[in-house]
C-alpha cells in the first residue's frame, strides 16, 4: 500500500510524473497529498503523453481521500486526485486547482468499479476538460465539480463510459459554473452504453450556471445508448449565455420524468 505520503513541489519544474502515492499493483492508495506552488509539471512536447499528476494511483485496488492542490503553477498533462487503472474505487478525493494552467482534470477515476464523491474545485485557471468522477465501466455517482472564473474545454460531474454488457450509473453528481467560459459541452452527469446489452442511468443530477457562457450545450443527465435520464436538475441565471440547447435530460429512454429547467 502507498498511504499518508505527502509530496510538496515549490518554485521548481519537474520533467516527469508526480505521485503523492504509488501502487503498481494491487493495493490501496489513501490520504495522500501532492502541493505543487509556482511550478511546472510535464512539458508540452506529445512525446510525454504518460506523464500526470496522481493523488494516488493503483492497477488494483482503491484510491481513497486523496488531495491535489496545485497554485500560480503550469501542468501540461492530466491531473488526477485518484486513478484506478483497472478494478476497484476511486473514492473521497479532492483536487483544487487556483491561477494555474493545466490539461484535464479528473476527481476520481477507476477502470471498473465506483467513483463516488470526488470533488473538483478549479478557480481562476485555464484547464482542459474537468471530470468529477469517472469510470469506464460503473458508477459515477454524489461527485461534485466547482468553477469560478475559468476557461475550461468541457465539463463532467459524473462520467461512465461502459465497455461492456453491464450497468453504468451517473447519479447525484453536481456542476456549479460561475463567471467562467466552457468551449463545449456541460454535462451534470454522463453515460455512453456502447453495446446493445449495456443499460445506463443518469439521474438526480445537476448543473448550476451563472454569469457564464457554454459553447455548446447543457444537459442535467445524458445517456448515449439504452438507458434513462430522469430528476435531473439544470439551472441557467446572471445573464449566462448557452449556445447551444439545454436539455435536463437527454437518452433513448425515458428523458421526460422528473427533468427541471430553471
Known sequence: NADSNEVKITNSSVAGTVNGGYVIDTGSATQNIVDIASSTIGSSESNTTNISVY?????????????VTIKDSTVNKQVYGGNVDETGNANQNKVTIASST????????????????????????????????????????????YIDNSIVSKVFGGNVNTSDENLADALENKVYITSSTVNENVYGGYVW?????????????????????????????????????????????????????????????DARTGNKLI
Do not use: M
Open 193 to 253: 452504453t456502447v453495446f446493445d446489452g449495456s443499460t445506463g442511468s443518469a439521474t438526480k443530477n445537476e448543473v448550476h450556471i451563472t454569469s457564464s457562457t457554454v459553447t455548446g450545450s447543457v444537459y442535467g443527465g445524458y445517456v448515449g445508448g439504452n438507458g434513462n435520464a430522469t430528476d435531473n436538475t439544470v439551472e441557467i441565471s446572471g445573464g449566462s449565455e448557452v449556445k447551444g440547447s439545454v436539455y435536463g435530460g437527454d437518452a433513448t429512454g
Open 55 to 67: 493523488g494516488g494511483y493503483v492497477k488494483y485496488g482503491d484510491v481513497i481521500s486523496n488531495n
Open 102 to 145: 493545466t490539461s484535464d482534470v479528473i476527481g476520481g477515476y477507476v477502470g471498473t468499479g465506483s467513483a463516488t464523491q470526488n470533488i473538483v474545485t478549479i478557480a481562476s485557471s485555464t484547464t482542459g476538460a474537468v471530470n468529477g468522477g469517472g469510470a469506464t465501466t460503473g458508477s459515477a455517482n454524489l461527485n461534485e465539480v
